[in-house]
């Protein structure tokens, strides 16, 4: 969880009251975050020839990124202890009439489409409230932004630049301005390597470097206002004398863009004259059709049921008394009035970690008072637990074959993707393996669609041993399947591998037909095939594959209730198998699917 580290002075004065440690501890406790440290009695640095205030450092939710600032903690707290009203935000036009416009250009596509901003007018910053600005913004950018690349803010003294803007994306070379506190113009090649090595900046090169244009924003003037989302032009930056100020953010997630813009608006808009108002501005975006208006700060309609809070926190309250509990927690709620067992809730547009009605329950239980809750005893829920049944099948099978004299081994279920096909003479057809989109090195580039991998590195890296070694794995595989929510399948296997100077495909032909023995699986016999019936059971069929050594391999097909499928196959590796993972005994392999028998 994210340490937001707060004057301890200054977060008091807001809170209009004085507490000791253990008080504030037990308010932070109720509210349900967490004081890490209060430096009162700490070694503090001495700054400027005076010590360093005592500071809170309070650990926050990482799903409240309201909560990412002293701003933040302090009106949350304040509402949660009735002492401040719910913040009423509104969007304000200009005096003029004419709100602020930002065009986007279609070329935006090709590196970060998305754009929104806001504007501030008649701010009043003090150094504090300067530097949690600041601040926030940077927590932003690692936390809910992803260090930049789903999301980067930029700020700018509107007085020192005119609107209209544009947001752009032009070659590099093209791009020419005064980098933020640098006294030099530069165009965006330059600047790269100028940044290359800066501690700050240089991590985030990497997000457009490589893209054939940069984004730009420009004003009216064509003075650049920044290159998102490495830096700001120094021509607009802000200051403490900063009274409008322009706020500006792209990104390539619109959903992340539209909350980092309602958190940064919501915060920081009660320093303006006219306390939580912001001025909108109008975003042009006519090839992809996002022209709107934003932020967008009405609040989103949700519903949750009395009963369910209810049960769930153990009370028997009246849904008059949950929307009272729940307005201690931001919201703005009333009883429906078609359902007595719904409530309607109005979620503020800096709660966007607020997903589903458990969200609400839970807000309910903390208005409440987690202390304050029933106690239950748990013989109540109380249950049995029992293993799922492919995994009490997995137990059995890895039993039966170490009592057997084999040993179990846990390779990792990534390999290359040579290892899945190439290297076992497969074929990628495309639609098998799933692929990782960005790995981090070649040897883990796919799921496993075989557990023979696995078991043939093993046998590699430890063929300093004696031999024959017996090496088995229960584990799972992995297939692409469209037909399914999230795309891809687990699928149970069970495989064996033989490795010594033999061949061994007696001895793995023997494992199978004692782990099917034991499975109840009886082997049907040619003659018992001959006759015509649809026997229940299994047989083996010789097949020729190029993982193996041609005449030395069997496909296992299995029969239950009358229905036939291929289960696996077994057989003597084909010698350009072993000379790919350096073994240079023979080597025989049985894998067969587990989940057929459940």
Excluded at 226 to 237: A, E, F, V
Excluded at 410 to 431: A, Q, V, Y
Excluded at 512 to 519: A, K
């Amino acid at each position: 969880m994210p340490t937001i580290s707060v004057d301890k002075a200054e977060l008091y004065k807001a809170l209009g009251q004085e507490y000791t440690t253990a008080e504030f501890e037990e308010l932070c406790f109720e509210f349900g975050i967490e004081l890490d440290e209060d430096t009162s009695n700490s070694e503090r640095p001495i700054i400027n020839g005076k010590q360093a205030p005592a500071e809170l450092k309070i650990e926050i939710p990482a799903n409240r990124y309201d909560m990412l600032c002293f701003e933040g903690i302090a009106l949350m707290l304040n509402i949660f202890r009735e002492k401040t009203p719910l913040p009423n935000y509104r969007l304000v036009a200009p005096k003029s009439g004419e709100i602020q416009t930002i065009t986007v250009h279609p070329d935006t596509l090709k590196v970060r489409p998305y754009v929104s901003g806001a504007i501030l007018r008649n701010v009043k910053f003090t150094q504090e409230a300067y530097d949690s600005f600041i601040s926030l913004q940077d927590k932003l950018h690692q936390n809910l932004a992803r260090n930049r690349t789903l999301v980067a803010i930029g700020t700018h003294d509107l007085d020192t630049i005119k609107g209209p803007f544009t947001y752009e994306a032009l070659p590099p070379k093209d791009i020419k301005f005064k980098p933020l506190n640098q006294t030099k113009e530069m165009n965006a090649e330059e600047m790269m390597q100028f940044y290359e090595n800066d501690k700050h900046l240089g991590k985030y090169l990497h997000i457009i470097r490589d893209k054939p244009v940069y984004p730009v924003i420009y004003d009216s003037q064509r003075i650049v206002c920044s290159m998102p989302p490495i830096i700001n032009g120094d021509h607009s930056k802000i200051t403490l004398k900063t009274t409008n100020v322009f706020i500006e953010m792209t990104g390539t997630d619109r959903t992340k863009l539209e909350i980092v813009n309602n958190i940064i608006v919501s915060m920081f808009s009660q320093y303006c004259s006219e306390p939580f108002t912001i001025e909108p501005l109008k975003i042009i975006s006519e090839h992809n059709g996002l022209t709107r208006q934003t932020p967008d700060l009405s609040p989103r309609l949700a519903e949750a049921e009395v009963d369910y809070i209810n049960n769930c926190c153990g009370l028997q309250e009246t849904p008059e008394r949950i929307c009272q509990l729940l307005t201690k927690m931001c919201y703005t709620a009333k009883p429906s009035s078609k359902d007595k067992n719904i409530i309607e809730v109005s979620v503020p547009p800096t709660r966007a970690d607020v997903l589903h009605q458990c969200d609400i329950m839970e807000d309910v239980a903390i208005a409440y008072g987690f202390n304050n809750l029933p106690r239950t005893s748990p013989n109540k829920a109380s249950t049995i637990a029992q293993p799922l049944m492919v995994n009490k099948l997995g137990d059995i099978v890895r039993q039966e074959t170490a009592m057997a004299g084999w040993s179990e081994v846990m390779p990792l279920i990534l390999c290359s993707h040579d290892e899945n096909f190439g290297w076992l003479n497969r074929k990628d057809d495309g639609t098998t393996a799933v692929r990782l989109a960005n790995p981090k090195t070649a040897e883990y580039q796919v799921v496993r669609t075989s557990l023979l991998p696995g078991l043939l590195k093993t046998i590699r890296e430890n063929k300093k041993h004696s031999v024959p070694i017996k090496v088995f794995e229960v584990s799972d595989v992995a297939f692409k399947d469209e037909s399914l929510e999230r795309k891809s399948r687990n699928e149970r296997h069970f495989a064996a591998a033989w490795y010594g100077k033999t061949s061994g495909f007696e001895v793995v032909h023997g494992l199978l037909d004692r782990v099917l023995l034991m499975l109840k699986t009886a082997f049907i016999t040619h003659e018992e095939g001959l006759e015509g019936k649809k026997v229940d059971g299994y047989w083996i069929e010789e097949i020729d594959e190029p993982t193996f050594f041609a005449g030395h391999a069997a496909a296992i097909y299995l029969r239950v209730d009358g229905k036939a499928q291929r289960i696996g196959e077994f057989g003597i590796l084909h010698p350009t198998v072993l000379d790919k993972f350096e073994l240079r005994y023979p080597v025989s392999t049985l894998e067969i699917n587990l989940e057929v028998f459940l």
